[in-house]
């Protein structure tokens, strides 16, 4: 063998080159030329002989890798450090190539560095020839050991590089995955999550593995990635077969869990004596039946027939296995020991591909709880299940046929409505079970208070009917009839309810309408029995009253008012006037919003008739907001004038209206966008907001104290007036009402109690003012015993803001003191 030349030696390297896709590069310091051998340029997508300059080399390399690359060169030739890497070279037709990077600094024969060189390796080379080994082995990822389509992305989630394997699962239609984000190949619904997912594991350098649909909705990807220095490796796998292959075994599980009904097969004999034999029953069966399989198989299902087995739906049966057709029937079936079950028998045919007839299928739910269950919905449609009573619809056909409603046949009687008194209270302190166990106790006391063939039927929570007619079995006076019974409840309600660990007292309010014979309407007759209830709890409870047309006439009249205060707040009838509150040095403080109605017809309706009216018809939600948010943007006003800064408005807060879930927020949300000074907003709130719920009410007025409003008790002393929630309740003011005030000269008592009052809102360090003021004379007996502040028609009558303003002008003039004003 001839000796190695050194032009073989060069064409072995070139060899060797081309065969591992490695490329050779010098770097002379010393003249800041850099050499590339040929297989380097082809690598780069160069033709052989392009070396570029030292400078323009890195643009060959994508962005986010020149800075790391920059740095190895110039540690390797300038301090010696030899460096191995992986980058990706960006070639010159755009494609982008893993590729590993090898550095060593070039020395003279005296050691000096002049340089460096290396090797650039296809890490995944695409340039085996096609249809080889090796070709498909990259092609399938070999070279990188994974054997799948694969990819990398980098720490942003672009796809820095893919195989063609990767290529064709991810962009099937041939264009470039390169530089997208992985998750932008998925469907639209998951790219957030899965952006999220591979951001999470990118940032945390860990692996991460998932399954998700892609953005075709025609494959399911399995996808699993693996940190490494430039991002994640990722493999991919198409998955599509086995997902649908799971989702087919749901569906064989959904039907499996089906066979929790009874099914029976039965080989395709005739239906005549012995009939088909039973060649199959499941777990269902014999869990419901109690027989065995050992027991059944080879029998006739007649087995399971007894004596309340329906013949009719046996014929269907035999018909239907006689015509070869399917049938379906409820049937009653016994099981072995004896009871009968109801079951929901579906019988079909089977046949093989020659259409011939091999087997019966019956499939039976077991439907005996919903046989029971219609029977009782057929009891309850009619009758109260707790009190056992008839109920609504039963009391409104019994009355249709008493009243005649469609037929004609008339009779007269009585209709009482009972409705216990203070049920709530039992209810909320001592649980709705004893509540029911006082119900119970009612009806029983109720039905032995009327005669056989009378009604007592129960509406629906402690609201209960009695209905008395005059029939030729049972004739009666409706009157006389109508008295003597009510007086026989009230006394029978009215003794003591033996409820467990406890004795319970209770009253009953009853209504009576009576009607005669002739048209009479069920609906009017409901109402009018319900009016005259409403009028017994008005008296006093514990009482009877009688329908009148007077009670009728009342009614009619509230609804009206009701109607035309929906109107007024529709068309802004309603206004509101400011009357002067006044402090002991004579100088005005504030005023108290109060609200005016003045209608097109009815002219001024006083707050006492229409107020209760907007309670009852929620309106004062509404009306109170706007009342709040007016008297806000009026203070703000104030605020940017010195003379008015320091008044007060305070508002009337309802009992409904501070109950609304967002009555606190409401209100700081208005304090802020009128920009008011929250102290100067003064909220009077009516003692019987104390009677119930004690503990949210200190809640929400402490959120209101956190801003700076301030509280203020009204009417104080006729109420729910106790020390034991006056020093909870964080209050600025006690308000005395006027009724006190108004004899406050004549009455030892009202002064004593105006005294009481005063004496203790000093010692909880609370401020007195007096409503209704209207003499001097008040005024100085108020003041011996130190009330603070005055209100009422001794300074002023309320007034419209515009006069209001002239009032105040008139007192600044006059040296900003209050005198009376003439009476």
């Known amino acids: 063998m001839e000796p190695v030349t050194a032009d073989s030696a060069g064409h072995l390297l070139h060899l060797v080159e081309r065969s591992a896709f490695i490329g050779f590069w010098r770097l002379d310091i010393r003249n800041g030329k850099l050499y590339w051998s040929d297989q380097l340029a082809r690598l780069h997508g160069a033709e052989p002989g392009y070396t570029p300059s030292f400078a323009n080399a890195l643009c060959h390399y994508v962005k986010e890798h020149r800075a790391e690359l920059d740095a190895r060169m110039r540690a390797c030739h300038e301090h010696g450090t030899p460096f191995d890497i992986e980058v990706q070279v960006d070639s010159l037709q755009g494609r982008r190539i893993w590729a590993r990077a090898v550095g060593q600094p070039l020395r003279d024969e005296a050691g000096d560095i002049i340089g460096a060189e290396g090797i650039v390796q296809e890490i995944a080379p695409a340039g085996h020839a096609a249809g080889t080994l090796l070709r498909h082995t990259v092609s399938m990822g070999g070279s990188l050991g994974s054997g799948e389509a694969f990819a990398t992305i980098d720490h942003q989630g672009r796809i820095s590089y893919a195989n063609e394997q990767a290529e064709q699962l991810l962009a099937p239609a041939g264009e470039m995955p390169i530089g997208r984000y992985i998750w932008s190949f998925f469907q639209k619904r998951a790219r957030l999550a899965l952006e999220e997912r591979f951001r999470r594991a990118l940032e945390k350098r860990e692996a991460i593995e998932l399954e998700e649909i892609d953005a075709q909705v025609s494959h399911w990807l399995e996808l699993r990635g693996f940190p490494f220095g430039n991002g994640l490796a990722l493999h991919m796998r198409d998955v599509t077969a086995r997902r649908q292959a799971q989702q087919h075994l749901m569906l064989l599980e959904g039907s499996i869990a089906r066979l929790n009904d009874i099914v029976i097969i039965t080989e395709a004999a005739p239906f005549r004596a012995p009939g088909p034999r039973i060649v199959f029953v499941n777990d269902a069966f014999v869990r419901r039946t109690g027989y065995s399989r050992d027991e059944v198989l080879g029998r006739s299902p007649r087995f399971l027939q007894g004596p309340d087995s329906q013949r009719a739906q046996l014929d269907r049966i035999r018909t239907g296995l006689e015509q070869w057709e399917r049938v379906r029937v409820d049937l009653i079936n016994y099981t072995k020991a004896g009871e009968p079950y109801w079951v929901d028998l579906d019988v079909s045919p089977v046949w093989d591909d020659a259409r011939r007839l091999t087997h019966w299928v019956a499939v039976g739910r077991d439907i005996t709880e919903r046989k029971t269950a219609e029977e009782k919905i057929q009891y309850l449609a009619f009758y109260d299940p707790l009190t056992q009573l008839p109920n609504r619809q039963h009391l409104l056909d019994r009355l249709n046929q008493a009243v005649g409603e469609g037929t004609g046949h008339c009779r007269e009687g009585a209709l009482m409505f009972i409705d216990l ?95 005669e014979k002739g048209p009479n309407s069920v609906s009017e007759l409901l109402k009018q029995a319900d009016l005259a209830m409403y009028q017994a709890k008005a008296a006093g409870r514990n009482a009877v009253r009688f329908f009148d047309p007077e009670m009728q006439a009342v009614a009619t009249a509230n609804a009206a008012l009701a109607t035309d205060l929906r109107q007024a707040w529709r068309e802004n009838q309603l206004r509101i006037e400011y009357q002067p509150q006044v402090g002991a040095d004579g100088r005005m403080v504030g005023v108290e919003a109060l609200l005016r109605w003045e209608h097109p017809t009815r002219g001024k309706v006083q707050p006492a008739d229409f107020i209760p009216t ?133 009455d030892s008592n009202d002064a004593a109690i105006a005294a009481t009052i005063i004496g203790l809102g000093h010692s909880l360090g609370l401020n007195v003012i007096a409503e209704g003021v209207e003499t001097e004379e008040q005024r100085l007996f108020l003041a011996r015993q130190g009330c603070d502040r005055y209100q009422g028609y001794l300074y002023s009558r309320p007034l419209a803001i515009e006069q209001l303003e002239e009032f105040m002008e008139r007192v600044a003039e006059a040296g900003g003191v209050l005198t009376p004003e003439p009476s």
């Open 421 to 515: 008194d203070n049920f709530k209270v039992l209810n909320d302190t001592l649980g709705h079970q004893k509540g029911d166990l006082l119900l119970q106790q009612v009806a029983r006391r109720l039905r032995n208070c009327v005669a056989k063939g009378d009604l007592v039927a129960r509406l629906g929570g402690d609201e209960f009917v009695v209905l008395l007619e005059n029939t030729p079995e049972k004739p009666l006076d409706p009157m006389t009839a109508a008295k003597v019974v009510s007086e026989r409840i009230l006394a029978g309600l009215g003794e003591p309810y033996v409820l467990p660990g406890y004795l319970h007292h209770s009253t009953c309010s009853i209504g009576v309408t009576l009607f």
């Open 614 to 746: 907007a309670e009852d018809t929620s309106l004062i939600i509404p009306i109170g907001h706007w009342v709040v948010e007016q008297a806000c943007a009026q203070l703000a006003a104030w605020a940017a004038r010195p003379e008015c800064s320091h008044l007060s408005i305070a508002v009337n807060v309802s009992v409904r209206q501070f109950r609304h879930p967002d009555f606190v927020s409401e209100v700081i949300d208005c304090v802020r966008k009128a920009g008011a000074p929250p102290a100067r907003l003064k909220l009077e709130l009516t003692e019987s907001l104390l009677v119930d719920g004690l503990d949210q009410t200190v809640a929400k007025m402490a959120n209101l104290k956190e801003i700076g409003i301030t509280l203020s008790v009204d009417d104080f002393g006729i109420g729910y007036s106790s020390l034991s929630y006056l020093k909870r309740l964080p209050l600025d003011e006690l308000k005395i009402d006027r009724e006190f005030v108004k004899d406050i000269l004549t």
